[in-house]
């Protein structure tokens, strides 16, 4: 079990908003955080990071008396409001000083001053969305269940074009993309009820042993037991 309360909340134009706290008089805790594509902004009384996209799992320690608050952005929604190309972050841990230099410094000071911490973060970084490649919502619908030559035909570009777009949007090329986004969709099936063999069906996988290859590949530990975590 989790032991750090974390919670989601929604957040209008991001993915969620969430929060983590672990007692101080608490064991050190690990969490194994596995590739789902998103991009998280995440404030402690140490500073603010942003993190991932991920290309596999990452241990996150969480030290007792530890507090976070952050904000979460879906699959290629991240770039316009950080600044850079998501490839530019992929599997990274980086101060956001780095890519919005003291802004990000006066955004740190206003969110431990405030007596919300994680509804000062969001406002902030709302106030920055902006429109995301246009081919995002395309990609996403189309890698669910078509080919990535499928998807390029679709919007009328070539496989090297949408691989270069694709990776400025997503951190990953689409075909990694694909991975990663049907490995989340058994994930959430498995994980709501659904039999692993019928999860991995419905989610595109040619077999149950095919699912549980990709989810040691993608989260580097069996299936059974990342879902027990």
């Keep these: 079990m989790n032991p750090t309360g974390y919670r989601e909340l929604p957040a209008p134009g991001l993915a969620c908003a969430w929060t983590a706290a672990l007692p101080a008089d608490a064991e050190p805790f690990t969490q194994r955080v596995v590739p789902d594509g998103c991009v998280d902004v995440m404030w402690s009384p140490s500073g603010i990071l942003v ?3 991920d290309t596999g799992p990452i ?13 979460r952005f879906g699959p290629g929604t991240a770039p316009p409001v950080l600044g850079v190309p998501a490839d530019a ?3 990274a841990r980086l101060p956001l000083r780095d890519l919005w230099g003291d802004e990000a410094d006066r955004l740190a000071d206003a969110v431990a001053a405030a007596d919300d911490p994680l509804g000062t973060l969001v406002a902030a970084v709302r106030a920055r969305i902006r ?10 619908a189309g890698l669910a269940g078509g080919s990535v030559r499928d998807v390029a ?15 400025a949007a997503f951190g990953y090329g689409p075909k990694t993309l694909q991975r990663v986004l049907r490995f989340q969709r058994a994930l959430a099936l498995a994980r709501a009820g659904e039999p692993l063999a ?14 549980a290859h990709e989810v040691r590949d993608l989260a580097g530990e069996p299936v059974r037991k990342l879902l027990a975590a």
Excluded at 59 to 71: E, R, S
Excluded at 198 to 207: L, S
């Design 198 to 211: 019928g999860a991995a069906f419905a989610a595109g996988y040619a077999d149950q042993a095919h699912f």
């Design 131 to 140: 429109p995301a490649d246009p081919i995002v919502p395309a990609v996403l």
């Design 51 to 53: 993190a991932g996209p």
């Design 153 to 167: 035909d679709d919007l009328g570009l070539s496989e090297r074009q949408l691989r270069r777009r694709s990776l």
């Design 59 to 71: 241990p996150a320690v969480m030290p007792p008396g530890h507090t976070v608050a952050a904000v």
């Design 89 to 91: 972050i992929r599997d």
